[in-house]
């Protein structure tokens, strides 16, 4: 089974700082899009369905809503190629913990159970 384990140490970009509106990217976003692309290069992809796990380490972990985290850095591994679409995602876990420091370590593996789902049928 394929896996992959990405760290990296940057404070996640809330949903919330990353857009004006509903459509438009802030500066904000672009530039963390570029920081977290630095971590991103030279990690192989991974096809196919596969399951994902966030751990965000947090120095704000009180005022920190956690599902505002993902969908930024999620787009950024789709950008990066390390996984093909984040409609491919068929099981996601989402951690939160307090830190001295802000880091988000993800972890990426194929699912098996899909590979059964599509191979056998939906039962």
């Known amino acids: 089974m394929k896996a992959i384990r990405i760290k990296i140490p940057i404070r996640p970009l809330s ?3 990353a857009f004006q509106g ?3 990217k802030t500066r904000k976003c ?6 977290v ?3 991103l290069s030279n990690k192989r992809s991974i096809s196919g369905y596969i399951s994902i796990q966030y751990e965000f380490h947090l120095k704000y972990f009180k005022i920190t809503d956690i ?3 993902v969908k930024v850095i999620q787009d ?3 950008k990066k190629g390390i996984i093909e679409d984040d409609r491919k995602i068929v099981a996601s ?7 001295k420091s802000d880091r988000i370590e993800i972890f990426i593996e194929e699912n098996e ?3 059964k789902w599509l191979t056998k049928g939906w039962s």
């Open 15 to 17: 949903i919330n700082a």
């Open 22 to 24: 509903r459509r438009f």
């Open 30 to 35: 672009k530039q963390y899009e570029k920081d």
């Open 37 to 39: 692309s630095i971590y």
């Open 67 to 69: 599902d505002n985290l």
């Open 76 to 78: 950024c591994i789709v």
């Open 93 to 99: 876990h989402i951690y939160k913990y307090p830190a």
């Open 113 to 115: 159970e899909a590979k």
